[in-house]
């Protein structure tokens, strides 16, 4: 079974940044990414990529301050988060799934256990 370990999260001031890393046990899958839930909110899409062709795609709420990437390990991906708000204060998810898709929640397979990001002064 894939296993996704999520690391990095912690406190942040607004208009600060943090890098998540996803670390998965094995390669198998396909799309990769990161979703979010806020306090008393539903489960979100923030970024997700194609593990071999890098193809990556972006929820409006993050693009042009979020970064999806594949770092140097070929099983670890990263979340760089740059001008964060603090309505980006959630519980982020690595999930991961074998199929060629959008980032969404349920085409997913595979989840973390959750990382907290709080965005607070």
């Known amino acids: 079974q894939l296993q996704l370990v999520e690391s990095g999260g912690g406190l942040v001031q607004p208009g600060g940044s943090l890098k998540l890393a996803c670390a998965a046990s094995s390669l198998e899958y396909t799309t990769i990414g990161w979703f979010r839930q806020a306090p008393g909110k539903g489960l979100k899409p923030v970024a997700c990529?194609?593990?071999?062709?890098?193809?990556?795609d972006y929820d409006l709420s993050v693009k042009e301050r979020f970064t999806i990437s594949r770092d140097d390990a070929e099983n670890t991906i990263s979340l760089q988060m740059n001008s964060l708000k603090p309505e980006d204060t959630a519980v982020y998810y690595c999930?991961?799934?074998?199929?060629?898709?959008?980032?969404?929640?349920?085409?997913?397979?595979?989840w973390g256990e959750g990382i907290l990001v709080n965005v607070s002064s």
């Open positions: 999930a991961a799934t074998p199929m060629i898709t959008s980032c969404t929640a349920t085409f997913m397979r595979a």
């Open positions: 990529i194609n593990k071999r062709s890098g193809t990556t």
